[in-house]
């Protein structure tokens, strides 16, 4: 069996993304992980992990739809976000 099926499987959803998340963690016995996220008045937006991903499979969860509410953060937010999780100690990204 491989070194996958033994890790802890973590959810950490994506702004506007909670219920779905907490869906699937539920669903398949997962753990909910939690991120905080901000935005500055320049544009930059400001991630910051809130659950240990060490030696954990993480799946981050998002929708492709791009909803018309100023809350929502653009597609370009995810992606830098993966491989901030990844460099966290997380297994996958």
């Given amino acids: 069996m491989s070194l996958r099926a033994h890790l802890t499987r973590v959810i950490i959803p994506l702004p506007d993304n909670e219920a779905f998340a907490e869906a699937l963690a539920e669903v398949g016995g997962f753990e909910r992980g939690a991120l905080e996220t901000r935005r500055f ?37 995810e992606w830098p976000f993966g491989s901030a999780t990844r460099s966290t100690g997380g297994s996958r990204s």
């Fill in 41 to 77: 008045p320049d544009g930059e937006t400001y991630v910051r992990l809130l659950t240990n991903v060490a030696d954990k499979a993480v799946d981050l969860v998002c929708s492709l739809a791009r909803p018309e509410r100023p809350t929502s953060r653009p597609p370009a937010f």
